[in-house]
Structure formats: structure tokens, C-alpha cells
């Protein structure tokens, strides 16, 4: 959070939902995914992960955790979408060993 402006800790601001890191960052379809973050909600609700635009089935969900199993897709970015605001993208690569346009090192 920003600043301390008297809102109960309880009951914090919707913040957009925030991709921090994945893992693994590849896979094949049906292999198991984490996805780290901040903003993701406490229950998963309407919200949505995507895999280069494919809906991925969820297996636990989390503010802060998504657990996720990999959608039969090609390489693209996953992003999390809660209450309609969309996350950053994160590069996944399908599957693993093929590497497909730029990289990105953190």
C-alpha cells in the first residue's frame, strides 16, 4: 500500500491485480504453473488467468498465488484478469527448450 491515510487494514483499496513472477516461466499443456503477484483477489470469483488469450484451468487461488494448469496454447503472455482490470503480461514459452521471439531476463 501507499501511505497510511486512516483506511482499516481490513478492508484495503482493489488494487489491479500485479504479475511478479512464474514458474516455471515454460511448460506443456497440463503441467502445473505458479503464478506470484499482488492484487489477485482472495477468492478467484468471475476473475480469469489467460495463456495467450486461453482460459486456464485453476487449481488454488490466492491474493497473492495462482496455481494453475497449463491450456493447450503456443507461446504468448499469461495474464490475470480480476473484476475486468487486466495484469501485466508475462512471457511463457510452450513448451519448454523452444525459444520464440525476444527474451527477458529479471
Known amino acids: 500500500g501507499c501511505g497510511n491515510g486512516g483506511a482499516p487494514l481490513s478492508s484495503p483499496s482493489p488494487e489491479p491485480p500485479s504479475i511478479a513472477r512464474v514458474h516455471p516461466a515454460c511448460g506443456s499443456p ?3 504453473v505458479v503464478i506470484e503477484g499482488t492484487g489477485f483477489a482472495d477468492t478467484q470469483g468471475g476473475s480469469v488467468v489467460t495463456f495467450n488469450g486461453v482460459p486456464a484451468e485453476v487449481l488454488s487461488w490466492s491474493s ?41 531476463s529479471f
Open 30 to 32: 497440463g503441467e502445473t
Open 64 to 104: 497473492t498465488q495462482i496455481t494453475v494448469l497449463v491450456p493447450a496454447t503456443t507461446t504468448g503472455d499469461i495474464v490475470v484478469t480480476v473484476n475486468g482490470v487486466s495484469s501485466n503480461g508475462v512471457r511463457f514459452t510452450v513448451p519448454c527448450g523452444v525459444a520464440i521471439g525476444e527474451q527477458f
